[in-house]
């Protein structure tokens, strides 16, 4: 009986999750964003997202993206936020590969 009571509350959050996202528009731009996401970010995107040249060190890039993130969060994009994670991920993958283990 409790169980069935958690799924439907948890239903319900959900559901009211979905109608907030939709009337701030977070739901069109993830669509939108999963669309334009045929191809994946370049490494030269992602620096001019961040701001960076390929010799800025992994610790300058990490105060990049903190700052762009959390002014992004302020803000309210999503989208911006989605695209600052998306170029900090594409470095940090290109990063890992350029560092012996």
């Known amino acids: 009986m409790g169980s069935g009571i958690l799924v439907r509350a948890f239903a319900q959050a959900y559901r009211q999750a979905l109608q907030?996202?939709?009337?701030?528009?977070?739901?069109?731009?993830?669509?939108?964003?999963?669309?334009?996401?045929?191809?994946?970010?370049?490494e030269q995107e992602a620096r001019q997202?961040?701001?960076?040249?390929?010799?800025?060190?992994?610790?300058?890039?990490v105060k990049k993206y903190n700052h762009l993130f959390e002014q992004n969060a302020k803000s309210g994009s999503f989208y911006l936020q989605s695209k600052v994670h998306r170029a900090k991920e594409c470095l940090e993958n290109i990063y890992q590969n350029k560092t012996p283990s």
Do not use: F, H
């Open 20 to 42: 907030n996202a939709s009337k701030n528009g977070v739901a069109r731009e993830a669509v939108q964003n999963a669309v334009r996401r045929g191809k994946a970010m370049t």
């Open 49 to 61: 997202i961040l701001g960076v040249t390929e010799g800025t060190a992994w610790e300058e890039i």
